[in-house]
């Protein structure tokens, strides 16, 4: 599998585009101005409750990896140092706008979460919200390699995304909904990154889903070789099988 492929059970349905970071960019740099009108029921429904507890406990310095219109700023720890970083420029202008509304002090940054520009070892805690789903099975091994870099050998990482439902009705319902969901959020539903830990110098402390069996909370921390300065040697996400 090459470094842009994806996995062939994501690409089931003929004629979904490539997740990569170009569309992903475009995407959301077109559709920011409607982003939270587009998540607002979901918001209200469920997701909110789950921003909150992505949260929970987390203190010091935390990154926002994927802040995009800054639907989690309402839930930052109030004695934390926030910074958030999102691919899309303009996402960001409506975290601005959030962060004044809610008298919140961050650091907003656009940046590509494969390539983080801040010092190794700088974050206490890094949170990361429906971004994973954006992104391909090599952009996420590469990302998670990135939040292990700038994470403290002593912090966590906690992942909030969607996961295939194992079970038949919704399963169906999902890849059912999967053109759809790619050609409006340039995401999909199947979501491989917890196996890649391994591989980015990470170890999978604690996996919880919590809606169903289809969207999940992983927390993860920086291998004690990886903090070491030890490298994983394989670069490339495993296929799926």
């Not at 429904?45 to 987390?58: H, V």
């Not at 391909?136 to 996961?163: F, H, N, W």
Request: hydrophobic letters at 40%.
């Amino acid at each position: 599998m090459t470094a842009h492929n994806e996995s062939t059970s994501a690409r089931r349905f003929r004629g979904l585009r490539r997740l990569t970071t170009a569309a992903c960019f475009d995407t959301y740099e077109r559709i920011a101005p409607l982003y939270d009108a587009m998540e607002s029921f979901w918001e209200v429904s469920w997701k909110k409750k789950l921003r909150r507890m992505l949260f929970d406990g987390l203190t010091g310095r935390i990154l926002d990896a994927g802040a995009g219109t800054g639907l989690n700023i309402p839930y930052y720890p109030s004695d934390a140092e926030m910074v958030g970083v999102d691919l899309s420029p303009k996402m960001l202008s409506y975290a601005a706008t959030r962060a004044k509304k809610h008298g919140k002090d961050i650091a907003l940054m656009s940046m590509d979460l494969r390539n983080i520009a801040l010092p190794d070892h700088h974050f206490d805690g890094i949170v990361s919200a429906f971004v994973f789903c954006t992104l391909s099975d090599q952009d996420r091994l590469a990302a998670l390699r990135e939040l292990g870099r700038v994470c403290k050998p002593d912090g966590t990482i906690r992942i909030l995304d969607y996961s295939l439902s194992n079970r038949p009705g919704m399963r169906f319902v999902m890849r059912c909904c999967e053109p759809w969901f790619r050609w409006m959020f340039n995401a999909t539903y199947q979501v491989r990154f917890e196996e890649f830990a391994p591989l980015a110098g990470l170890e999978l402390s604690a996996s919880t889903f919590v809606v169903g069996d289809f969207v999940k909370i992983s927390e993860f921390r920086p291998h004690r070789q990886t903090a070491s300065g030890t490298q994983p040697e394989q670069t490339e996400a495993p296929a799926a099988r």
